[in-house]
């Protein structure tokens, strides 16, 4: 992208703009993830066949994020993100419309490709107005999202609630939330490339340091799909909690990674990303362990808490560090969502088939290793501390703060 330089408030106002289409984005999440069960109905699948039909999400994401860079290139990055905003939008109408189980597959699958562009673009965006402040603001984005996405989950439980149906309530979720994702985008900025930059390939393998900086990512989503999909049945099936107990452990969990996120960038300009994942590594395996052996309720529900509070930065992090690795951010972001995108996808059916294979305990062992893995490999998000031309940049972070050229 072009260097363009922008007033001071001008990117304040992207700033807020940019968390306002990551809390639309997030809303969009919670609003289909409440009303599965109604979903499940109209479309007369059962238990296995609804499983197999959410892992295309995730797999629709995975194919189409490599073209979110090519979008923006074309359209510029204002653009191409009130482009992808709308599909997805508008695509959360596409599951409770679908009769059967071929169709559902091929709504979540269009509805996971919009997604997942949508998420690259506003990440990219997010990464140049971070740049432009010279402070972390990306934890703090996807607090905004965790925050529409439980303002979304609350709006589709009380339609649950009521009786609603979902086409219904989707067609007006999603009009609203159009509305509002395409109009925050007026005041996003109006990133395009240079006159000599070339197009990204359409697909290309994400450059090494993405990788990297991905498989970091990947230790932080496995923890995190493991406890959402799983804290509940491990309280209800170990511990003997009621389904009301187990529930708001995993309520708990989501919040506690939405407070961490909003407060996430404070400790981050204070102490850096390094070290801050590494003590979030830290606190996630004493979380693992709090879980593995805890023989009452409370133990494990605060093992689970302390999970979202060690990994709730990380995934914004990672995203940051991407943005910075490279000559081009959405081809490197892309390439790290993918990562963890696969993560989301493989945790919950790895659990699931270790658990069966062994127990519930030694599955949560594995999300304890995995975690440790945090305090362990944070450094390579050091890689992505430079600017794209090399030189370190000027953010108040004591990551950043080394001797060397400055821009």
Known sequence: ?????YDPRTVRRARYAVAAVFAVHGAVTGSFATRVPWIQDHAEVGAGQLGLALAFPALGASVAMPLASRISHVLGARTALR??????TLALTLPSLSPNLWTLCLALFVYGATAGMADVA???LGVEVEARLHK???????????VGALIGSAAGTLAAHLGSDARLHHALAAAALTVLGVTACRWVLDLRPAEDEEPPPRFALPPRSALLIGAVGFCAVFAEGASLDWSAVYLEDRLGTSAGLAAASTTGFMLTMALARIAGDTVVNRFGAVRTVRVGGVLAVLGGLLVVLADHPAAAMAGFA??????AVVVPLCFAAAGRSGPNPAQAIAGVATVT??????APSAIGTLAQATSLVVSFGLVTFLAGGLAVFAGVLRAGDRNRDGTRPEVSSP???VPGPRP
């Open 399 to 401: 990551d950043a703060a």
């Open 83 to 88: 482009v992808l905003i709308a599909l997805w």
């Open 341 to 346: 995108y696969t993560s989301g996808l493989v």
């Open 136 to 146: 972390s603001i990306m934890s703090g984005l996807h607090g905004m999202w965790s």
């Open 122 to 124: 506003m990440n990219a």
């Open 306 to 311: 302390l999970l979202g509070l060690g990994i």
């Open 1 to 5: 992208m072009s260097e363009v330089a």
